[in-house]
């Protein structure tokens, strides 16, 4: 599917439903992030699904980073008084999924992010990856240790 093909199936949005799902989408990328996730991707399937209209997808390396991602996403986001409708994976911690309606936020451990593979599955989909920025030197000129 081409970009403009998929430009063409969510014309039907307004444009405040399309700017909150991103943008909510965009911080619950950052947060993970936050909390040391790795490959850190929104993809994009509105017109392609009725389901949701972003997914967000990160990698944890340990059933701990992934905890602290889906807890500190779920806490922060309460603060801009968004409450998920559903979580799953929380106990297991191996794929938790946080559905927000219009985005579903996906925390997978290594082995499941490449078995489970979304983003070929939602190949038509238009991938944003999510970089962490570079940290910041303090005004000494050091640079910060990460954290």
Not at 55 to 81: G, N, P, Q
């Amino acid at each position: 599917m081409t970009d403009a093909q998929h430009d063409e199936r969510i014309e039907d949005q307004s444009v405040e439903e399309v700017e909150v799902s991103e943008l909510l989408a965009r911080r619950a990328a950052e947060l993970s992030l936050e909390k040391k996730c790795e490959d850190v991707k929104i993809l994009d399937v509105r017109g392609l699904t009725s389901v949701t209209d972003f997914f967000v997808l990160a990698t944890a390396d340990s059933e701990r980073k992934a905890k602290a991602a889906y807890e500190h996403i779920v806490d922060e986001l309460k603060k801009d008084d968004e409450r998920p409708l559903h979580i799953e994976g929380g106990d297991s911690l191996h794929w938790v999924l946080i559905d927000y309606v219009d985005v579903v936020v996906h925390i997978f451990m290594p082995d499941e992010r490449r078995f489970y593979d979304l983003e070929s599955l939602w190949g038509d989909g238009k991938i944003t990856v999510v970089e962490d920025p570079a940290p910041e030197s303090s005004s000494s000129g050091e640079v910060q240790a990460p954290d």
